[in-house]
Antibody
Framework: EVQLVESGGGLVQPGRSLRLSCAAS????????MHWVRQAPGKGLEWVSG????????GYADSVKGRFTISRDNAKNSLYLQMNSLRAEDTALYYC???????????????WGQGTLVTVSS | DIVMTQSPDSLAVSLGERATINCKSS????????????LAWYQQKPGQPPKLLIY???TRESGVPDRFSGSGSGTDFTLTISSLQREDFATYYC?????????FGPGTKVDIK
């Protein structure tokens, strides 16, 4: 059974940093691209970032480019999101999502975690 | 960036009735080399993560009931639920996977009438 478990969320002040993690199990992690998708409270879905199976291809939403860094450790079956210079508008539930493809191209998010909540507030 | 729009924002439907949700992309998501539309539909229920329903505009994900169908090409797409069941009341999002950033529509909430 595919499982994605996010962690690392919490309350953080504007301008500070936070690192999210996603522990994956139930599938061959290094066969697939992975993504972060967020959802602000009561709002819709926003793709944040994606990374190919071998970290060779990475993409970001314009809203986080230059502030967030996605990475993965295939030996640990883990996905990460380093979030710097956080803003109030980054407040959201952050989902880890598995892609059905290995490359960062035409993704399908076929499995999702339950999400970890990030709140940016002073 | 490709902008995705959906209509209506919400709709109220009786059990057993048909629901139709429209999605429009600001540019074509049809990849000419393989004639595939890179358009997916997701269902999200309160307190749950989204669930993939349909991809390539009209291909149902494994395990998705056949009352869900997708259609359309290029920039205009439709999700149809032929006979609404209680478990179908949720918010539905379209999403383009043609080019980064992989943008979602704003969502359509389907409520019980």
């Amino acid at each position: 059974e595919v499982q994605l478990v996010e962690s690392g969320g919490g309350l953080v002040q504007p301008g500070r940093s936070l690192r999210l993690s996603c522990a994956a199990s139930g599938f061959t992690f290094d066969d697939y691209a992975m993504h972060w998708v967020r959802q602000a409270p009561g709002k819709g879905l926003e793709w944040v970032s994606g990374i190919s199976w071998n970290s060779g291809s990475i993409g970001y939403a314009d809203s986080v480019k230059g502030r967030f860094t996605i990475s993965r450790d295939n030996a640990k079956n883990s996905l990460y999101l380093q979030m710097n210079s956080l803003r109030a508008e980054d407040t959201a539930l952050y989902y880890c999502a598995k892609d059905s493809n290995p490359r960062l191209r035409s993704p399908l998010f076929d499995y999702w975690g339950q999400g970890t909540l990030v709140t940016v507030s002073s | 960036d490709i902008v995705m729009t959906q209509s209506p924002d919400s709709l109220a439907v009786s059990l057993g009735e048909r629901a139709t949700i429209n999605c429009k992309s600001s540019q074509s998501v049809l990849y000419s080399s393989n004639n595939k539309n890179y358009l997916a539909w997701y269902q999200q229920k309160p307190g749950q993560p989204p669930k993939l329903l349909i991809y390539w505009a009209s291909t149902r994900e494994s395990g998705v009931p056949d009352r869900f169908s997708g259609s359309g090409s290029g920039t205009d797409f439709t999700l149809t639920i032929s006979s609404l069941q209680r478990e179908d009341f949720a918010t539905y999002y379209c999403q383009q996977s043609y080019v980064t950033p992989f943008t979602f529509g704003p969502g359509t909430k389907v409520d019980i009438k």
